[in-house]
């Protein structure tokens, strides 16, 4: 049972146009979002992350937006760069001080040139 | 600039085999984990400690140990090695309370049972 989605494996988007990635989460206790990048062999990356005391955090060309009613996130992206492709992957915490991270299954960002 | 190493980048083992995966963090940081990703299955969490000789299962523990001996080492041992272990394996650490919440990945060890 995946308490963390991304329905959509791959995207793909013109450079200099908008890219929006959607997670969706199933566990009410979640309290604090993240959003990872990985590129071939190598491991994830922080990008950007929220707490459900907000609704939105911006950093940059990066933002993400939290819908608690349902239990939805997506991270927004302006304007997209090549540079940008990779594996995007949420993820998602509770309570807890080991700060366990449960993820989603990823999206294959392309921007194209 | 913060480090987690991961000893071995590629693997190639045998069914049967013993497997040490070796990680080390030089951030002293409380807690480590160890994940693996799959192709659609994203990354799940195998084992994780949050202090020396602690350890807490994860998702997905059957067929691995740990072994925190150190604060800034993390073992993954798999005892008996089988091709459905084939995957890539992330350590990452991270410190006490909730912070950023950010995870500090390795680069990963890309294990292969034949």
């Known amino acids: 049972d995946q308490q963390v989605k991304q329905n959509s494996p791959s995207l793909s988007v013109q450079e200099g146009r908008i890219s929006i990635l959607n997670c969706d989460y199933t566990?009410?206790?979640?309290?604090?979002f993240l959003w990872y990048k990985k590129y071939p062999a190598e491991g994830p990356t922080f990008l950007i992350s929220?707490?459900?005391?907000?609704d939105k955090n911006e950093d940059g060309r990066f933002t993400v937006f939290l819908n608690k009613s349902a239990k939805h996130l997506s991270l927004h992206i302006v304007p997209s760069q090549p540079g940008d492709s990779a594996v995007y992957f949420c993820?998602?915490?509770?309570?807890?001080?080991?700060?366990?991270?449960?993820f989603g299954s990823g999206t294959q960002l392309t921007v194209l040139p | 600039d913060v480090k987690v190493t991961q000893s071995s980048r590629y693997l190639v083992k045998r069914t049967g085999e013993k497997v040490f995966l070796e990680c080390v963090q030089d951030m002293d940081h409380e807690n480590m984990f160890w994940y693996r990703q799959d192709p659609g299955l994203g990354l799940r969490l195998i084992y994780f400690s949050y202090d020396v000789k602690m350890k807490e299962k994860g998702d997905i523990p059957e067929g691995y140990s740990v072994s925190r001996e150190k604060k800034e080492r993390f073992s993954l041992i798999l005892e008996s090695a089988s091709t459905n272990q084939t995957s890539m394996y992330l350590c990452?650490?991270?410190?006490?309370?909730?912070?950023?919440?950010?995870?500090?990945f390795g680069e990963g060890s890309r294990l292969t049972v034949l």
């Open positions: 993820a998602a915490s509770g309570s807890g001080s080991a700060r366990q991270l449960t």
């Open positions: 566990n009410s206790m979640f309290d604090y």
């Open positions: 990452a650490s991270s410190p006490p309370g909730r912070g950023t919440g950010e995870l500090f």
């Open positions: 929220i707490s459900s005391i907000k």
